[in-house]
């Protein structure tokens, strides 16, 4: 079992930033996939940003260009930069570590609430 421990979400106003990271309780390997998900109310949850070894980084159409994921894989820990935020962006928001090949495997965070209103 994977824990993800994710950190950095809060109120902020539109035009502002944030930065969440999410924490592995192990070593990012190449076979893993991390990215970030997001939930607001009655919506389904939406891929936000993912980043792997093999495939890059790959970013959702309404967030191109004001977020940005990283990883440091020596802190087993991945981030998302959210610049020039919107109220749209206000949801729940989770980290995902899966598997890119066999064994397979799937664990999520407990999310993050990220608020963003004047």
């Known amino acids: 079992q994977v824990q993800l421990v994710e950190s950095g979400g809060g109120l902020v106003q539109p035009g502002g930033s944030l930065r969440l990271s999410c924490a592995a309780s192990r070593s990012i390997s190449s076979m893993d996939a991390m990215g970030w998900y997001r939930q607001a109310p009655g919506k389904q949850r939406e891929l936000v940003a993912s980043?792997?070894?093999?495939?890059?980084?790959n970013y959702a159409d309404s967030v191109q260009r004001r977020f940005t994921i990283s990883r440091d894989n020596a802190k087993n820990t991945v981030y998302l930069q959210m610049n020039s935020l919107k109220p749209e962006d206000t949801a729940v928001y989770y980290c995902?570590?899966?598997?890119?090949?066999?064994?397979?495997?799937?664990?999520w965070g407990q999310g993050t609430q990220v608020t963003v209103s004047s």
């Open positions: 980043i792997s070894t093999y495939a890059g980084t």
């Open positions: 995902n570590l899966r598997a890119l090949s066999p064994p397979w495997y799937n664990y």
